[in-house]
């Protein structure tokens, strides 16, 4: 399954692609040679860049499920103005990564803000501050959780689709980012983180932690 934000880059790409083939080999034409295999290798690049496989989500109760696939490179307490005293879990994705963030527990919407801001690389603490996001809080109870989408080096294009009031289900695709980025989840301090540094995590099926009862 292809995301369907990828239709504006693949569509073109391919079009590009079989003209300067059939143009460049039906001619002779060796910039559009070259201009095959280029437009060829950026669509192949493409077709994985925009993979969208759909997963079965783990089911329990309180469990938080990954929002993205990538690598696990920070586990931090904070303090946050949405949350309160809080953990935080980032994953970095790079451009190999499935780019499909889900939510990582059932709840109602209360906020979505989006926020402009740097392009720092996305492996940098830094860029959960300082980078363009799209910033997503959500109700579940008493408990707030946090989800921000943040734009990496690359990356140039947030897409968020939730809608304040909405219920949203874990393991339930609410948006996409654009060429390597950055997911953090906020959680309350309380809650039983079961990643580390290091560990890579599948979106919408990675158990990473458990909410507080």
Do not use: W
């Amino acid at each position: 399954m292809l995301a369907p934000e990828g239709r504006k880059i693949l569509i073109p790409l391919m079009i590009l692609t079989f003209i300067c083939g059939i143009a460049g080999y039906g001619y002779e034409i060796e910039a559009l040679k070259v201009s095959y295999y280029v437009f060829g290798i950026l669509f192949i690049f493409s077709l994985n860049f925009f993979r969208d496989p759909q997963r079965s989500t783990p089911e329990g109760e309180n469990l938080l499920i990954s929002p993205a696939d990538g690598k696990v490179v920070l586990i931090d307490e904070i303090e946050d103005d949405a949350v309160g005293s809080a953990k935080q879990i980032s994953i970095f994705l790079n451009v190999f990564n499935v780019h499909s963030n889900k939510m990582p527990v059932d709840g109602v919407v209360d906020s979505m803000e989006y926020k402009k801001g740097k392009f720092k690389a996305a492996f940098d603490h830094s860029a959960s501050d300082v980078n363009e996001q799209a910033i997503v809080v959500l109700s579940r109870g008493n408990i707030k959780i946090k989800i921000k989408q943040i734009a990496g080096l690359i990356a140039r294009r947030i897409h968020c689709y939730v809608k304040v009031g909405s219920e949203v289900k874990p393991g339930q695709r609410f948006g996409f980012i654009m060429f390597g980025s950055r997911t953090d989840l906020i959680v309350p301090f309380s809650s039983v983180v079961n990643v580390k540094v290091g560990d890579k995590v599948t979106g919408g099926r990675t158990i990473v932690g458990k909410l507080p009862v």
